[in-house]
């Protein structure tokens, strides 16, 4: 990599967030990808109920059997949000009993196709588990709720025995809490009864473990941090008994305790370690003090039982490991800098993508794809999305830190049996990936996921752009099972009609606002694109690694229906009636933004496609990717002025909080991380259309070196400044 022409650290830590009063938003996140802790402004997990979702007196209730419910218009109140404070993991997750059993087939519904009747687990509407759910749909609600991912304990700023539990917000004064984005650690300040307290908190970057620090004369009078087991927050649906929940405590030495966890059959081991003492708590609860006025407690999660002899990190092991990593990262691959821009929306936009790495990191960087609210707390029950893995990860390939998005390959491969036998459930060949999963890999029962097909790509997709991004023969070899399995279902999903292939229903595309035509839908324009591309790519794979090139692969690919054009020469959403609905994901944009330039699509239509989308697109039911769709649309047209403008364009949907967050639906989903991958993916399509020449508009500079979008032109060095 050439000399770097940005001060990166200089370019971080002047958006370090900073938080100087308390507010149901106001957290910040620690963590390594596979876990993290998400503290208040005391630096620590103290204040939980002032951060808990509240329901939205404006939400439109609906099943969503029939369609979505419309969404009210409504502008952006930060304090219509609230982000709870959790521990969570990629690896804990309990089950519900119920009133009764369960089976899966209770959710299956059989629809005809040219094929013959193939079963789909759609028993499923939009129902949280705290709302109203018809006996015919229960089934189908607990295979979606089952399993949770597991909120696994507090860590809390705890005031002497005999004084009550819960401290009062109102007692702090002059509260600040910096998140120093450089070294992936938290310090709060200010001052309870006139004494001052720090509390600095920070996540190991290879161990599952969470190390704090408290400074104050208040330890003198017995404060201390307490590690507490909380309650499993998630609703209960009514058809599910009440949670058994145990803890054991051993305690090892003075300054050192063991505790097992269960949750259901779930069990987890939690070691608490100390510079001070600690003691118990009640039953849930044990707390670190010290007579001194520093204390230090590292916490160690693990989900199976370890010995005594093992030895957690120390306090300062934990801070420096985390130092060498967060600067190791920022220090490597793609660094992008708006400094010098007369635009006044420049700064706002480079907070948002510094912020965006950081948070991605934490929270979409694990050995499991990650949920759309990552390891900050659960939607949907904490299990992931695969038509958002792409979001979640791509960038990291695209930045140059492609090594992130390879922690989750296991897991694919993991999944081929599941996947396999979800394909082969319905009459296919290869596999046939999930839309909602969990480590299982099982599909959730739900009447949109289980018509999606545009997450069958992604592997592909995800893999090819490691390929781009410099990965040799031995990982092509490793991975090519992923690629060969995705592309026998793909070519088997298609049905031939007058010598072209189509994708045909039941199928729901990208554009989630076609749920109620679901029987009749068929040829999305965006998944038509992706089908053709992707079994390219496949051949591809196979051509370097010296194998013959597949002729049924290549033929589908050479012969994908042609996307359906309307009247004014734009592109339709679909080919069926009705063929555009301007709500939800302007998804007919990504067969050329999200894709590269292709045979499928003409640039011209695709250009006056972006203009109406651009001028007459309800943004108000849009979601928080959907900005760079279009941004990226336009930096593949060269119009960088729109790239700019779609991703800075003032919508509820596209606020961005004083954390880096992107709230979207009050009351459930108060962060988005799919727009931060997003804004990130689209800013490397900047990138690479100023290097292939496209004039960027008046008012911006962008500074830039690293390594190139791959999946945009070929890998290449680059550093630059215009």
Known sequence: MPASTVDRRRLVRRHNPVLTAAHPTGVLTVGNGDVALTVDITGLQTFPAFHELEPDPHRVVGTGIDGLPEQRVRVFDIDDFQIPLRTQSSWAWYRTRTTREFDRDETVTRYDTARGPVPYYDRMGLQRAGDEIAEEFAAGAWFHYNPRRAHLGRLVLTPPAGVPQLIDIAAMTDPRAELDLWSGRVRAEYSIGGEAVTVTTVAHPEQDAFAAKLESPLLLSGWGIAWTFDTQPDDLAPFELPLAESTTWTRLDPARWAAR?????????????????????????????????????????????????????????????????????????????????????????????????????????????????????????????????????????????????????????GALDAARATASWQGYRGVRWPKQTDPSAAESPSNIGVFLVWQQPHIIHLLELLRQEGRGMEFLRAHYPLVQETAEFMVDFVEEQDGAFVLPPPIIPAQESYLADRRTNANPTFELAYWSWALDVANEWRSLLGLEVREEWERVARNMAKPAVLDDGTYAALSTPPHLIRKDHPSMLMALGWLPPNDAVDPDAMRATLDAVWARWDLQSSWGWDYPVMAMTAARLGDLSLAFDALLLPSPKNEFLPNGHNPQIPGFLSLYLPANGGLLAAIAHIVTAIEDGAALPDGWRVTYDGASAPSVSEHRAASAAV
């Open 261 to 413: 966890r269960r949750v259901e059959t779930m069990s987890y081991g939690v070691e608490i370690s100390t510079s001070g003492e600690l003691g118990r708590q009640g039953e849930h609860s044990v707390v670190a003090t010290a007579a001194a006025e520093s204390l230090e407690v590292v916490v160690s999660l693990h989900a199976e039982d370890r010995g005594a002899e093992h030895l957690p990190p120390s306090y300062g092991q934990v801070v420096r490991a985390a130092e060498a990593w967060w600067e190791d990262h920022w220090s490597n691959g793609i660094a992008v800098s708006f400094a010098g821009s007369d635009d006044e929306r420049a700064g706002e936009l480079e907070r948002r993508v510094v912020l965006s790495q950081y948070l991605t990191a934490v929270n979409s960087a694990g050995s499991t794809p990650p949920a759309e609210t990552g390891l900050t707390y659960n939607t949907w029950t904490g299990k992931f999305h695969l038509e958002m893995h792409w979001w979640h990860a791509a960038h990291f390939a695209l930045w140059g830190r492609g090594h992130l998005i390879e922690r989750s390959l296991d897991w694919y491969h």
